[in-house]
């Protein structure tokens, strides 16, 4: 029998080693490409009856052979794209727009093993209390606006952040694995719209959308001007341990207009955030009531307010206790942030949506979404007026009004409903326009970023298709746009896809943008058959330092370091109803295979894949106790659940990892309560 035991041990050895090898051998004949084109006579003979057999345009084929990437070449750029009221961030290559991988982020994830008992996730641990809002569990989130780390205004790819518009949330990504590390909730407002990092990622900033009343209260509308208000949360990143730190973070309170997008500035203008507004009307809405609708009554006034702030001066009246607390949270009242002058505003036209600062700080972009310009503001002629107190005014709360055109520099007639600008590398500017689903190429006037043509000057269109929302440029918000690549993030796609029902895939749209002037080329189109990505960062590959495989084995991925439960053999440790089998997982088995437990029994799984393979991923489900792992080489996952029916459950790996997969297998035994031996002297 032993021996039996023995020499199927060496079969699957050998098994193992042969698909190893097989897997080497494979991964070696990457860049071992034919010469390319070397016949090309034959090559144009066989592409050209595939051209004929499908129809294609000229234009198809170059931009086909600008996209394609053949099988074991990479992609040059990754993008991150939110991934809307699905939750999560997708990560999507360039120029194939394949996608690459989906981070599980505000919703639950079963291939990732997120949400469904792992500890080692924000849904399992202390790092998940923003996973919570009043007590409950929120599982799921609109994630809007991706932030990658930025080193001196330049990504540096070591994490991602994201918001939650829907319950006011912020989750940090760490890049060496692709995982969501943290989920933080603002305690003094329940929804969100703007999230970016400064430029060394010192604070990721949150800005409120809709304006209510402090720290989840409760207040009359009647009462909006006194007791509802806009902020902006300042969470502190500790790059270091790769968390957010709730205790060193502050908020401003704002008059109760609704902040909407937030870019900080950089190089000459960091130090300061620009922040639009709408609603300064203070429209509170009530169509049922005979009211104006919200969408004429925020829609009055010709200008709202871009919020200029000194963020850091406002970090210098916190550290000096200029703040009070709320809901655990240090708030600089708005009266402190008049005294301290932290805030001004700027007019900026009409019902303003996009705020975007220039790659050399300088220039400000607004774009308003009734208004066929964007608006740009010189940050020195600010930073002037200012000191010189050019101000027009004051608005209802006492915050002064910087004079218009003293610091306006120049108005680019773009189109309708301009919404979002990027930039490259070329000293071109680019701005979505929503109304006639189209993005507009025009030269910024800046002497760092200086394009052929006259500054501030449009100089051409592409057509997308349609109702774009973003457009995400190669590092297009950094101090170095990379160029070469727009993605037009559309709404909507309607006729560009086979009808798969009502409900339609959004369209993302990628545009050649190497060519000057009036040469933008459409390259593809990527269906995206899941919520709706707002905003998108585009990165080059080569700044992304992800892991092959864990560093060492017994891992712990949410706190990147050894896990106090990794173990190289198994064990099964019972400490009065809790039973922790400590398991190993390596091709093709679990060790232990069979388990025993009593009902009742809270049962802890502790696995460590001994894997040291590149992509020798297992997984772990036990049927009926809605937990599902995914354990990448040399990671520990711990997964929890009362064992509270009796019954037998195999429990199985979920990859197909091996030839012997399926056998990858055990038994969870739970024995039932009256099987139980009473305790002696009952
Ligand atoms: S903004 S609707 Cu990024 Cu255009 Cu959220
Ligand atoms: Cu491990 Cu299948």
């Not at 641990?125 to 007590?135: H, I």
């Not at 490259?424 to 052929?452: C, H, I, K, M």
Request: charged share 20%; hydrophobic share 35%.
């Amino acid at each position: 029998m032993a021996r039996l035991q023995k020499s199927w041990f060496v079969v699957l050895i050998l098994l193992v080693v042969i698909f190893t090898i097989g897997l080497h051998l494979g991964r070696s004949k990457k860049g071992t490409v034919t010469e390319p084109l070397a016949d090309t006579a034959n090559f144009s003979e066989s592409a050209m009856s595939i051209v004929k057999e499908r129809g294609l345009h000229p234009d198809d084929i170059t931009s086909a052979l600008s996209t394609f990437v053949p099988t074991g070449k990479y992609d040059d750029h990754v993008m991150f794209a939110s991934g809307g009221h699905g939750g999560q961030v997708f990560a999507i290559g360039l120029p194939s727009m394949r996608l690459l991988r989906t981070i599980a982020v505000f919703t639950p994830e079963p291939w990732q093993g997120y949400g469904f008992g792992v500890k080692e996730s924000p849904f399992g641990s202390p790092e998940g209390e923003g996973v919570f809002r009043n007590g409950k569990l929120v599982n799921w989130g609109d994630s809007h606006h991706p932030a990658l780390s930025e080193t001196n205004g330049d990504y540096d790819g070591e994490f991602l952040f994201i918001n939650d518009k829907a319950n006011g949330r912020i989750a940090v990504i760490d890049l060496r694995d692709f995982e969501t590390k943290q989920i933080v909730a603002n305690p003094l407002f329940g929804n969100d719209h703007g999230a970016a990092v400064t430029p060394n990622t010192d604070y990721v900033i949150e800005g409120s959308q809709y304006a209510t009343p402090v720290g989840h209260h409760y207040a009359q509308l009647s009462d909006y001007q006194e007791k509802y208000r806009g902020m902006l949360t300042f969470w502190k990143f500790n790059r270091a341990i790769g968390r957010i730190e709730p205790k060193n973070s502050f908020a401003i309170e704002l008059p109760p207009y609704w902040q909407d997008l937030v870019d900080p500035g950089k190089l000459v203008s960091d130090g300061w955030v620009f922040v639009n507004s709408f609603n300064t009307e203070m429209a509170t809405g009530g169509v049922e009531e005979g009211n104006p609708p919200f969408e004429a009554g925020v829609s009055q006034r010709d200008m709202d307010y871009l919020h200029v702030i000194n963020w850091k001066k406002a970090e210098q009246v916190i550290r000096n206790g200029g703040f009070k607390e709320i809901e655990g949270m240090r708030v600089i009242s708005l009266e402190t942030v008049l005294k301290e002058e932290l805030l001004y505003f700027i007019p900026e036209p009409k019902s303003p949506h996009g705020v975007d600062v220039s790659p050399s700080g300088k220039h400000i972009v607004i774009s308003g979404k009734l208004d066929p310009h964007v608006t740009i503001y010189d940050f020195n002629h600010i930073m002037d007026a200012i000191a010189k107190k050019e101000f027009e005014g004051q608005d209802p709360y006492g915050v002064p009004v910087i004079k218009f055109d003293a610091v306006k520099i120049a108005q680019v007639e773009v189109g309708l409903g301009p919404l979002h600008t990027q930039f490259d590398n070329q000293g071109y500017a680019y701005t979505s326009l929503f109304l006639e689903s189209s993005v507009a190429r025009w030269t910024l006037g800046d002497d760092a970023y200086q394009a052929p043509e006259n500054p501030w000057t449009l100089v051409g269109k592409i057509p997308i298709h349609y109702n774009v929302g973003h457009i995400s440029t190669a590092a297009g918000d950094t101090v170095h746009p990379d160029g070469g690549y727009l993605v037009s993030l559309n709404k909507w796609s309607v006729d560009r896809f086979p009808n798969v029902g009502p409900l339609l895939p959004q369209n993302l749209q990628l545009i050649d943008i190497k060519k000057p002037g009036d040469q933008m080329k459409l390259l593809y189109d990527m269906p995206i058959g899941n919520g709706e990505p707002h905003y998108a960062q585009i990165i080059s590959m080569d700044k992304i330092k992800a892991w092959e495989v864990y560093p060492e084995v017994g891992w712990d991925p949410l706190h990147q370091q050894k896990s106090e439960k990794s173990t190289l053999e198994s064990k099964v440790v019972r400490t009065g109803n809790t039973v922790e089998i400590f398991t190993t997982v390596i091709r093709s088995h679990f060790d232990p295979e069979h388990v025993q437990v009593k009902q009742g029994d809270r049962v802890i799984f502790h696995i460590t894949n001994l894997e040291r393979t590149y992509d020798a991923t297992h997984g772990f489900t036990v049927s009926d106790y809605n937990v599902a792992a995914s354990i990448e080489p040399g990671e520990t996952a711990s997964i929890d659940f009362i064992a509270d029916k009796p019954g037998v459950y195999p429990y199985y790996c979920l990859e197909f990892c091996s030839a012997l997969h399926l056998e990858m297998m055990g038994y969870l035994l739970v024995e039932p309560q009256e099987m139980q031996a009473p305790a002696v002297g009952q």
